[in-house]
């Protein structure tokens, strides 16, 4: 979107960054951002045991830790990258690199030098620290808290394609229910910092993309408090149906049939004798992980039903090693729900509030018929099957 000119006066916090004070053209998202001070430490970990100055930075490298497992859904066993071009977007090297020893040597972090490659060292909390309760704690380093601005800032500007500002643009209008309880997913909406991030894959991660069912109903859009989750049933194992027989390679009809239906997760499950959410997360690790990080067990029972497929998917897998079949689905996911079906959307109803979580378009009532009707056409643009679509109250 382009930038409109608005005349006002600079803000304080445009003031602190040391820019010339007088008019300026406010572009239209970045209107929104609001200047984030609160981060989150376990409660086990007192900040008085560093230095004055060393307290803030220290505080915000435990919370960009465990704020990556919350925001993407991960374990706290889970070691997360901090890339050394991050950690310089809030503190210079000559900073960040002593607390970061300081705080292995107390125990309160451990880091993996493989697991980041050369330049992107690994780190999670240590126990206590790990299982620990995390609490607020507010930032008054006021160089930390300009960088952190001007981060936030950055991240805006980095949205370049008309659907992912206008996606931005309903995400903050996202608000949390007077009864939310005080936790810190609702809390980093209750503070608006409305993060947005589009992976390398299209897919768009946000602060509503891993929150728990259990406080989903605590959310507004755009005050609509009934908000429907419009998806595909087995989307990617759709398009890959349909992508494998565009290629020529031979899929089962008993597989196409029951994707289409919407019975393959309760098939799989059912051979393998657990229930459909168990059968789901098996398959999805089994055809993810060809052509060598796979249940072999598993592998087996899939062959069985489903000889042509399992084949193709091996075929696929082993004469392109480094274009692994999961990644080039979620590519096709994303350009058929949000570059096709998400950017109409955004296109024809403008006024009409929309969200993206995962493979779902999030809307209230009212635009739950254009959204199943604009993935129907995104589907029907894109593949040669008509998929079951699926109508769910996302705030139930």
């Not at 992107?120 to 930390?144: D, F, M």
């Not at 997760?265 to 657990?274: H, K, N, P, R």
């Not at 058929?336 to 109409?344: D, E, K, P």
């Amino acid at each position: 979107m382009k930038d409109f000119n608005v005349t006002v006066d600079r803000n304080p916090w445009e003031r602190s960054l040391g820019r010339p004070r007088g008019r300026m053209v406010i572009p239209d998202l970045k209107a929104d951002v609001v200047p984030n001070t609160t981060v989150y430490i376990p409660t086990t970990f007192d900040p008085r045991v560093l230095v004055p100055k060393d307290r803030d930075c220290a505080c915000w490298m435990l919370n960009a830790i465990t704020q990556d497992q919350r925001r993407y859904g991960w374990t706290p066993e889970a070691w997360v990258p901090l890339p050394q071009a991050f950690l310089r977007t809030a503190m210079e090297y000559s900073v960040y690199q002593p607390i970061l020893r300081q705080l292995q040597g107390d125990r309160v972090i451990e880091m993996d030098r493989g697991a980041g490659g050369e330049n992107c060292r690994c780190y999670r909390l240590l126990e206590p620290h790990r299982s620990a309760k995390q609490v607020a704690y507010t930032i008054t380093k006021n160089t930390l808290l300009k960088r952190m601005y001007r981060f936030q800032v950055g991240v805006v500007d980095a949205l370049k394609e008309p659907v992912h500002q206008s996606l931005r643009r309903w995400l903050s209008t996202v608000t949390v229910a007077d009864d939310g309880p005080d936790v810190p997913h609702l809390d980093e909406l209750r503070r608006k910092d409305f993060w947005m991030k589009v992976c390398d894959y299209g897919r768009i991660h946000t602060g509503l993309t891993s929150l728990p069912k259990r406080y989903r109903h605590f959310i507004r859009l755009a005050g609509h408090s009934e908000l429907y989750a419009v998806d595909v049933s087995h989307c990617q194992f759709v398009l890959m149906a349909s992508w494998l027989r565009r290629e020529g390679y031979a899929v089962d009809s008993d597989f196409v049939q029951q994707v289409l239906g919407g019975r393959l997760y309760d098939t799989f499950g059912a051979a393998l004798g657990v229930d459909r959410e168990k059968g789901k997360d098996a398959l999805i690790k089994l055809v993810y992980g060809l052509p060598r990080r796979y249940n072999r067990p598993h592998g087996e029972v899939f062959q069985r039903l489903y000889p042509q497929a399992w084949d193709s998917c091996m075929t696929y897998s082993r004469s392109y090693p480094h274009e692994h079949l999961s990644l080039h689905m979620q590519r096709l996911e994303s350009k058929v729900m949000i570059g096709s079906a998400a950017h109409l959307f955004t296109e024809f109803f403008p006024d009409e509030p929309l969200l993206t979580i995962h493979d779902a378009l999030v809307v209230p009532r009212s635009g739950v018929f254009s959204a199943e009707s604009l993935i129907k056409d995104a589907f029907d643009t894109h593949c040669d099957v008509k998929p079951t679509i699926k109508k769910t109250l996302w705030t139930a």
